[in-house]
């Protein structure tokens, strides 16, 4: 200890040697030089017969890192390499290495071996990691995530990944909150470190490091990948290069996300694939004068550009459920499975936050569908900015949305109405999205905050993709195509109708007020019966008294009105 405290020399030595071991990797093509030339060197002077034996000699050596390379180039880069070195070896040990010019050629191909391994990307990605490694409890201290540790690492296409365990205490929670602090002690540009939870252990988590952003450019559509709404379509690409496949059917999906976010391109998406699928019926409610989904026209059965039009649209809706309901419940059938000679029937609403302030009525009929359409197949697909409550009407059209996709927000906060409370907190950072396309879903199947980038479908692959499927679109079935043509009741009067179904708390609560006694049914019972919230049941009740359907017997108790109610006997 004091003799090295008082001997520079042996400082340098010891520092020398320090950095020939952390650059060992770099320094390979000279140090591989330097063991040849020496190896060369004592078999010369030694046993200069031997230089028949000494390319087999390497062979044997290099098998060893064939074995370990798994790509094609790495293998042919390694065999050429070991035939080099093995010729070399076997002119030195018979020539001797300073025998000209085997000098000059160990030089010259030293550099010229030496570039492509210097700037070969997996292993300079390789070094990083291992220094990583080695590094992470000093970068872990420094970013207050003391005690947690590197279990495994592996380089990958666009970077590596690591498996990493928490000092007990710590969560998901802890590490979310420190990525910009990650990134800054592992000095990489920000946004490069993804963080997912490990869903088997609470004190385990998936650390990915991207050296290049694999969404940094747009990705091309390829044209529709499915061919029935039974198939999940394929909405884009998630940033280890798989596909983003989500299931539609029976299924409602809400699209958020700041203008310009991308929200009609994920749209564009959805609807070319729809449109090639011939088990589906498609309605499109454009409240935006139809720019957006217009270039489909020929590809929807019908399309609303105003709030009358999109108000019968969904009543529309209406009437196909309650008929398809009632048809269903003849045949003891609990979900309709859709086929071409009896299709699903989707409704795209681009902007729903127009719709709701427009069209409040096309909004309750909405808020209809989404309740009581998934057994049926008759589905929602909207796209709002900001599905704030008042945004998305006062029903409950936001909670039933199964799939969310959700682009670019502009405050942190707004990734919840979006995606569901806790998701900013459970590490779905979708204001952090920086580019038109990339988005988080969050679906059955699809519970990690893996960030995506859709295709980028064109006008062009509209137009081509709308002419190409136009001719095969099919019709709405014959049972739902006469419900639009019977005498059916207006959605005002829905409540009216006969078929009541166990999930529709709407005609629960109409049953409840029309079946009460005379003092009326209160507030809590009714919450009780339909399962709804206080909300929602005001909301309701008071829709009722304008209609002059119902009133207020007592302080918070209610009936149906006179005439609404059965005679009593
Ligand atoms: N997947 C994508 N990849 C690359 N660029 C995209 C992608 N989707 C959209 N864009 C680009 O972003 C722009 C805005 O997209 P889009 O119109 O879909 O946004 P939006 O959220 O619907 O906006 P708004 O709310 O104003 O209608 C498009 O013109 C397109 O150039």
């Known amino acids: 200890m004091i003799v090295a405290d008082e001997s520079p020399l042996l400082d340098a030595l010891t520092g020398l040697a320090r950095l020939t071991f952390r650059y060992r990797s770099e320094l390979a093509p000279i140090t591989t030089a330097l063991g040849l030339g020496l190896a060369g060197l004592w078999l010369h002077a030694t046993h200069p017969a031997w230089w028949p034996y000494a390319p087999g000699a390497v062979l044997v050596l290099m098998l060893g890192v064939l074995r370990r390379l798994d790509r094609p180039e790495e293998r042919l880069y390694a065999a050429l390499v070991g035939a080099g070195a093995g010729a070399w070896l076997a002119a030195a040990t018979r020539l001797g290495p300073t025998h000209r010019p085997l000098p000059t050629v160990l030089a ?96 385990r988590f998936l650390m990915r490091v991207l050296a290049d952003d694999p969404h940094a450019t747009a990705i091309p ?3 529709p990948s499915a061919q029935t709404i039974g198939k999940p379509i394929d909405l884009g690409v998630y940033e280890d290069a798989t596909p983003v496949r989500v299931a539609f059917l029976r299924r409602h999906a809400l699209v958020g996300g700041i203008a310009g976010s991308g929200k009609s391109g994920v749209l564009n998406v959805i609807v070319g694939n729809l449109a090639a699928c011939p ?30 039009e999109a108000a019968t649209l969904l009543r529309d809706a209406v009437r196909v459920i309650e008929a398809r309901a009632r048809a269903m419940s003849e045949s003891n059938a609990r979900v309709r499975e859709p086929t071409p000679q009896a299709p699903a029937l989707v409704i795209i609403i681009d902007e729903y936050a127009e719709l709701a302030e427009n069209a409040p009525q096309a909004a309750t009929a909405a808020d209809s569908v989404a309740r009581r359409g998934r057994a049926v197949a008759v589905t929602l697909l909207a796209a709002t900015q900001r599905p704030t409550q008042q945004a998305m009407g006062k029903g409950a059209v936001r909670s039933q949305m199964d799939i969310r996709i959700c682009l670019r927000v502009r405050e942190r906060k707004d990734t919840d109405l979006v995606l569901g409370q806790g998701a900013l907190a459970a590490g779905w950072l979708a204001h952090t999205l920086d580019a038109p396309g990339k988005f988080l879903v969050s679906a059955e199947g699809l519970d990690q905050p893996r960030r995506a980038r859709a295709y980028l479908v064109t006008d062009d692959d509209v137009r081509t993709t709308a002419a190409r499927h136009s001719p095969d679109r099919p019709p709405l079935d014959a049972l739902s195509a006469a419900a639009l043509d019977g005498d059916e009741p207006e959605p005002d009067d829905v409540v009216d109708a006969e078929i009541v179904t166990d999930a529709d708390p709407e005609l629960t609560l109409w049953t409840a007020l029309r079946d009460s006694p005379d003092e009326g049914v209160s507030v809590s019972d009714l919450m009780n019966i339909t399962e709804m919230g206080r909300t929602w049941i005001y ?31």
């Open 108 to 203: 010259v191909t030293t550099l010229a071996a030496g570039i492509p391994w210097w700037t070969h990307r997996r292993r300079r990605v390789r070094v990083t990691v291992d220094r990583t490694i080695r590094a992470w409890p000093n970068v872990a201290e420094a970013v207050g995530l003391a005690g947690s540790r590197v279990l495994s690492a592996v380089v990958d296409l666009w970077g590596w990944r690591a498996r990493m365990t928490l000092r007990p205490g710590q969560t998901i929670a802890d590490v979310i909150a420190h990525v910009p602090a990650i990134e800054s002690g592992l000095g990489t540009r920000p946004g490069a470190v993804r963080v997912e939870p490990d869903p088997a252990h609470a004190g």
């Open 221 to 223: 559509w390829r044209g």
């Open 539 to 569: 909301d309701r009740l008071q829709a009722h008294a304008r209609a002059g359907r119902a009133r207020q017997v007592a302080r918070g108790r209610w009936r149906a009105t006179d005439h609404n109610r059965p005679p009593s006997v």
């Open 279 to 308: 088990d589906v019926v498609l309605w499109g409610v454009d409240l935006k004068g139809g720019m957006e989904l217009r270039p489909w026209a020929s590809c929807l059965d019908r399309l609303a550009t105003t709030p009358a």
